[in-house]
T-cell receptor, first 113, second 114 residues
């Protein structure tokens, strides 16, 4: 079965600093990978997705992620954090042939003014 | 601005009562998903449908949970009887097509079972 592991349930960065949220996947074949963001008391919103095209994927709000097969990783980055980035971020994986999406445990991002 | 809608947004009930949660997927979307979010378990897929047919409900406790799509504009998730351990936020999501389709999530139903 496919799964993702998010390292660090809480990450704090200063405003303007680099954001790095880690995600590693487990799959016998390269899957589709996703990052979602959840703001307080809201549903999840797609940030970006990897679907076996370009390994560097750009998403909304200045976020990007790089698929590294050799490291089985799909880390999320943003060069400069904004206060509005404070939220919970979920990495997710799905098989190529169906829609079943499995989420990681989430990383809560706090931005320090 | 198309959105997934869920009702009710909040529900407080007593143990043993029936709970029905409703979801209206985005018009034209043919896949619907039910997720449950708790602090302990995170986001768990309970069930999903494609073209109103259930494809996978392996994440759902069968003895008390049931999910249906009476028509293309309505999905329901029922719990009977409810238990305190069912307290969670239940999200509905919808999407179009297969594979890497984007899933659009509703705002969730926050269920508290006393």
């Amino acid at each position: 079965a496919q799964s993702v592991t998010q390292l660090g349930s809480h990450v704090s960065v200063s405003e303007g600093a680099l954001v790095l949220l880690r995600c590693n996947y487990s799959s016998s074949v390269p899957p589709y990978l996703f990052w979602y963001v959840q703001y307080p008391n809201q549903g999840l919103q797609l940030l970006l997705k990897y679907t076996s095209a370009a390994t560097l994927v750009k998403g909304i709000n200045g976020f990007e992620a790089e698929f590294k097969k050799s490291e089985t990783s799909f880390h999320l980055t943003k060069p400069s954090a904004h206060m509005s980035d404070a939220a919970e971020y979920f990495c997710a994986v799905s098989p190529v042939r169906n829609e079943k999406l499995t989420f990681g445990t989430g990383t809560r991002l706090t931005i320090i003014p | 601005d198309a959105r997934v809608t869920q009702t009710p947004r909040h529900k407080v009930t007593e143990m043993g009562q029936e709970v029905t949660m409703r979801c209206q997927p985005i018009l034209g979307h043919n896949t619907v998903f039910w997720y449950r979010q708790t602090m302990m378990q995170g986001l768990e897929l309970l069930a999903y449908f494609r073209n109103r047919a259930p494809l996978d409900d392996s994440g759902m406790p069968k003895d008390r949970f049931s999910a249906e799509m009476p028509d293309a504009t309505l999905a329901t998730l029922k719990i009977q009887p409810s238990e305190p351990r069912d307290s969670a936020v239940y999200f509905c999501a919808s999407g179009r097509g297969q594979g890497a389709q984007e899933k659009f999530f509703g705002p969730g139903t926050r269920l508290t079972v006393l």
